[in-house]
């Protein structure tokens, strides 16, 4: 991960500066897997790509950093470099145990990894269908490969030995062929780090799968970032078991009693709540006929919609206005003003305006 070596060249593409050098230990983007990332002569290097048969190590600098970095990165000049190998490590994680997974998903179904994407999760897409109970087998398969602690091999077939190789790759591939083995599980062809056994790889856990065009969509994460998943999996379970009051093992079983009961009481609030629209609405009726020009009611835990149903319902048979009005004084009030024909006359607009400024309104 450090190494030292010299500058070819030093520019700025697309906006981005960059550094051209005669050798490197940085992994370029390659193989569904992102670059590599570190420190180049004291400038932290944010992604490192192959472009027209250059490899570009790009540079985070500042204004102030830029002449200092023209004189550094002089053509020529011997350079030191170092790969965040924390970075670098819980990538071939997830990445090796993706080739753990599509390798037995391979051999057991015949299914093929015909789309794959890594960051610090790994996603991957395989050409068929699995059940849920096949995915958590493989998963369980995965994981014991991981127990097993089986050797990672990095083998460089010639065109002449590539023939008594069985590995799986994406691409036609004849020359210059890189394949990654996990002896005992898969062969395949690959451009990236890879570790030196499958106990390096952790524990390996699919955190969601989907049909997709025709197949499954499986994201997966491995090592310290499984690790990190379950603790924060173990704390929000800690809570809700404060919450329940339940045990570990029946957390999920309290949750689903309490969104029962939850579910019951609130259908039984909104019939209640319908109830009492409907009683409100009956006793401004009855105020309707009495000729008056205004009607104010009151409904104390009202809500919007309630206010203005009750409102929609009385103007049918009504000339005049209604208001409606909800809240209290920790929260503040509400109001909604109707009538039959609104636009009869400026009456509803000018009530608007005069209580707005006598309620200190927005």
């Given at each position: 991960t450090e190494f030292k070596a010299q500058v070819l060249s030093f520019g700025e593409d697309e906006g981005r500066a960059y550094a051209e050098l005669d050798q490197s230990a940085f992994f370029p983007e390659g193989g569904g897997q992102a670059a590599d990332e570190g420190v180049l002569a004291g400038f932290k290097v944010i992604d490192v790509q192959r472009k027209d048969g250059r490899v570009l190590h790009y540079l985070a600098l500042s204004a102030e950093d830029k002449e200092r970095a023209h004189k550094t990165f002089t053509p020529g000049c011997e350079v030191e470099g170092e790969v965040d190998y924390n970075l670098r490590f819980l990538r071939m994680q997830n990445h090796l145990a993706e080739h753990l997974f599509c390798g037995i998903a391979h051999r057991r179904f015949g299914l093929d990894n015909v789309g794959f994407h890594l960051t610090d999760i790994v996603t991957f897409d395989l050409s068929g269908p699995l059940t849920k109970e096949e995915i958590a087998d493989i998963e369980r398969k995965c994981n014991e490969a991981v127990w097993a602690n089986v050797p990672i091999r990095v083998h460089f077939p010639t065109a002449g030995e590539l023939g008594s190789y069985a590995f799986r790759s994406k691409l036609e591939l004849e020359d210059g062929i890189r394949l990654v083995e996990i002896e005992g599980y898969d062969l395949c062809a690959c451009c990236a780090p890879a570790l030196h056994s499958s106990g390096e790889i952790g524990p390996i856990?699919?955190?969601?799968?989907?049909?997709?065009?025709?197949?499954?969509?499986?994201?997966?994460?491995?090592?310290?970032?499984?690790?990190?998943?379950?603790?924060?999996?173990?704390?929000?379970?800690?809570?809700?078991?404060?919450?329940?009051?339940?045990?570990?093992?029946?957390?999920?079983?309290?949750?689903?009693?309490?969104?029962?009961?939850?579910?019951?009481?609130?259908?039984?609030?909104?019939?209640?709540?319908?109830?009492?629209?409907?009683?409100?609405?009956?006793?401004?009726?009855?105020?309707?006929?009495?000729?008056?020009?205004?009607?104010?009611?009151?409904?104390?835990?009202?809500?919007?919609?309630?206010?203005?149903?009750?409102?929609?319902?009385?103007?049918?048979?009504?000339?005049?206005?209604?208001?409606?009005?909800?809240?209290?004084?920790?929260?503040?009030?509400?109001?909604?003003?109707?009538?039959?024909?609104?636009?009869?006359?400026?009456?509803?607009?000018?009530?608007?305006?005069?209580?707005?400024?006598?309620?200190g309104g927005s």
């Open positions: 856990k699919v955190i969601s799968h989907m049909p997709h065009r025709g197949g499954v969509r499986i994201t997966l994460i491995a090592g310290k970032s499984a690790y990190e998943d379950y603790a924060l999996l173990a704390r929000e379970t800690e809570d809700l078991m404060k919450t329940f009051s339940a045990r570990r093992e029946l957390v999920s079983e309290y949750a689903a009693e309490y969104v029962r009961k939850a579910t019951a009481e609130h259908e039984l609030n909104t019939a209640l709540r319908k109830e009492i629209a409907a009683l409100t609405a009956e006793k401004v009726k009855e105020i309707t006929k009495s000729g008056r020009e205004r009607i104010c009611f009151f409904l104390k835990d009202g809500d919007e919609v309630q206010v203005r149903n009750i409102i929609n319902t009385c103007v049918k048979e009504y000339d005049g206005i209604i208001c409606g009005f909800r809240g209290n004084d920790r929260e503040g009030y509400r109001y909604v003003c109707g009538r039959r024909e609104a636009d009869k006359d400026d009456s509803l607009r000018t009530l608007a305006v005069e209580l707005k400024q006598a309620f």
